[in-house]
């Protein structure tokens, strides 16, 4: 028995335009996906000391007060910083206590010897520190040989960060920091006041 012919009906030339742009459209987003919404958009960070820890005695090793690391396949800046102490006994610029603002152990230029407050846990001051992928920074406290103790609790001290890790170049996000680009907005609290325009500090070079 012979099988049954089948008529392919021919398309009207309405339909021929109909299909030539829909294969068009799909051509057009293959070839454009959608963006990553991740992708260069800021992610902000913070890291704090929680609770406030005790001073190290006289000519002990330091103690780290935060460290934060910028995650791989990205690249940061720190906006904002607050290095403090919490008690009475601390006078600044005395010599009796040392922070260091440290970036995969070398110091920060400008923040790798401070003997005096920097900011407050309320209120941290506006800076731009660069990072790049996978780098640590940490913010440590020491008490030099031959200066007083400062005894727990009656004193303690603490450190903050705020800042922005994105897939990104670290310019773009230098820039947007320092009020040159899109502009990276301040943390949301109003204390913390307006970013744009903080110190630059740079690494230490080694």
Request: glycine content about 12%.
């Amino acid at each position: 028995m012979a099988s049954p012919s089948i008529l392919i009906k021919p398309l009207s030339p309405i339909e021929q335009v109909r299909r030539h742009l829909l294969a068009l459209k799909q051509h057009a987003l293959d070839a454009n996906p959608l963006p990553d919404p991740v992708a260069g958009s800021p992610l902000p960070f913070v890291a704090v000391t929680t609770p406030y820890v005790a001073y190290p005695a006289p000519n002990a090793a330091a103690v780290t007060l935060l460290s934060y690391t910028v995650p791989a396949g990205l690249n940061g800046v720190v906006v904002f910083l607050g290095i403090f102490n919490v008690g009475a006994a601390f006078v600044n610029g005395s010599g009796n206590v040392i922070w260091r603002v440290l970036i995969n152990g070398a110091g920060v230029k400008g923040l790798n010897n401070l003997q005096s407050q920097f900011g407050t846990d309320a209120l941290p001051l506006p800076v731009v520190i660069p990072l790049v992928e996978n780098d640590t920074i940490i913010v440590t406290v020491e008490v030099p040989n031959g200066q007083p103790a400062l005894p727990f609790p009656a004193n303690s001290t603490g450190a903050r960060i705020h800042g922005n890790a994105a897939n990104t170049s670290v310019h773009s996000l230098v820039a947007a920091a320092s009020g040159q680009g899109g502009g990276t907005p301040p943390p949301p609290t109003p204390a913390f006041g307006g970013g744009a325009g903080g110190r630059f500090f740079r690494p230490l070079q080694q």
